[in-house]
């Protein structure tokens, strides 16, 4: 957990956004260091940058697990999914930035890529086809974080995967801190002030407003 945590609390956004346009993305927006405030506040490319590596910083430390495991009473897939959890905690709450973080889906997708590549397409459905209907970032984050437990609990009915039960209960917790993170989207949505995907931002615009946004 330990190892998972360090490597998660590392940030990514912030050292981007400085060398690349002599910024902090943490100024500027919602404040928040995720890929939707760099998307909003500087583009598409740096976005991209970080997503990709918050998704490494939950799919290393989980794949080292699941592989390092040996014979034991945990199975390895649980170890990696423990090792990503406490990635997800690290980028969520770093210790390297004030325990300020981002919302972890990223990087919490980046821990069952690790484990459960095929459960991971499955959110990704989810998450395209809310991102379609509604514009919401959050919507979508939420609903595919939501379905994750279920696909595994799906994929118990495989006799070629046979997921542990231990597996879903994580699924299942990372789901919930996730749409606890989104609380504030939720309570946006609630009242109509939620951005959508394409309203404003992109390279150099600054939101003038730091309320309305995500992190991811």
């Known amino acids: 957990m330990l190892a998972g945590y360090l490597p998660g609390s590392c940030p990514t956004s912030a050292p981007i956004s400085r060398w690349l346009y002599g910024s902090d993305v943490r100024g500027h927006g919602s404040g928040n260091p ?53 990635a997800t905690l690290g980028h969520c709450h770093p210790v390297f930035a004030g325990f300020r973080g981002g919302k972890g889906v990223a990087t919490a997708a980046g821990a069952f890529l690790a484990a459960y590549p095929g459960a991971v397409a499955g959110g990704l459905a989810v998450f395209a086809a809310l991102l379609k209907l509604s514009r919401y970032v959050s919507a979508a984050s939420i609903g595919a974080a939501s379905a994750m437990p279920a696909i595994l609990l799906a994929f118990r009915y495989r006799p070629d995967l046979a997921v542990p039960l ?51």
């Open 34 to 86: 995720g890929a939707t405030n760099m998307l909003r506040v500087f583009g598409w490319r740096p976005a991209l940058a970080v997503l990709a590596l918050d998704a490494a910083k939950g799919y290393i430390p989980a794949l080292l697990a699941f592989r390092l495991a040996g014979e034991g009473p945990v199975p390895a897939t649980t170890l990696g999914l423990v090792a990503g959890a406490a």
């Open 166 to 216: 231990h597996d879903v209960y994580l699924a299942g917790a990372l789901a919930g801190f996730i749409v606890f993170n989104h609380r504030s989207n939720l309570a946006r949505l609630r009242q109509g002030r939620e951005p959508r995907v394409g309203a404003g931002g992109g390279a150099g615009a600054v939101p003038a407003s730091r309320g309305d946004e995500t992190r991811t």
